[in-house]
């Protein structure tokens, strides 16, 4: 997983409310088991029409936004089903950062496990900075001081310590547990000293 600090970027502002996984990722594109290739299916409804041509009046679908690293959303992104699929989706389009005023629980804890950071603040900012959305202007995050600067302007937000660190380390969860290893091969000579039929059964 890449490390995350600093991001800037010209957000995209998409104003909807209650935008659930199925939106993000439509069921039909779940079959897949890589990260990678969702991106092109990221929003597919909204994105595409029923011919599978491009809404052009879609934000994701216009310069400069089709290049956006920050999606502002409307209360309570991400709800619907658990799948991981949905930040694997934003991601891979090239989505770093999703703020909003609120999020649905898991798909909140899953964007830390794909690299994404979901930041949680009041929606009277997030409608500000869609201003500069509007004005095509770069707004700047800094993870490590917590803050989005838009414009003369700074907005703090709040994060676990934990999930910041694994943020700012580039740890998934796999990394988190080969951080382990020694931990995890002591456990296992001193298994085999004292219990090795523990480790010798089969």
């Known amino acids: 997983m890449e490390k995350f600090n600093n991001l800037r970027s010209i957000p995209s502002y ?4 209650n935008i659930d996984t199925d939106m993000i990722i439509p069921k039909q594109f ?5 990260r990678t ?3 092109k299916s990221l929003f597919y409804e909204m994105r595409y029409d ?10 994701l679908n216009k310069e400069p936004y089709n290049k956006s690293k920050i999606l502002l959303a409307g209360k309570n992104f991400g709800c619907g089903s658990s799948r991981e699929h949905a930040p694997w989706a934003l991601s891979d389009f090239g989505i770093k950062c999703v703020i909003s005023a609120s999020f649905a629980d898991i798909f909140y804890n899953n964007c830390f496990k794909n690299g994404i950071l979901p930041i ?5 900012i997030v409608i500000e900075i869609s ?13 490590d001081k917590q803050e989005i600067k838009y414009g003369n302007k700074v907005a703090k937000f709040e994060l676990d310590a934990f999930k910041k660190k694994c943020l700012m ?3 998934d969860d796999i990394a988190l547990s080969m951080e382990k290893t020694s931990k995890i091969d ?3 000579k001193k298994l085999q000293n004292t219990k090795p039929w523990v480790l010798n059964n089969g």
Request: zero cysteines.
């Open 14 to 17: 998409l104003s909807l409310q």
């Open 30 to 34: 779940l079959k897949t088991i890589k």
């Open 37 to 39: 290739g969702l991106g």
């Open 50 to 59: 029923e011919n599978g041509k491009k809404n052009v009046d879609f934000i």
């Open 120 to 124: 949680k603040i009041n929606d009277k």
């Open 131 to 143: 201003e500069y959305s509007k004005r095509k202007e770069e707004i700047e995050i800094s993870l």
């Open 169 to 171: 380390e580039g740890l």
């Open 186 to 188: 002591d456990f296992e």
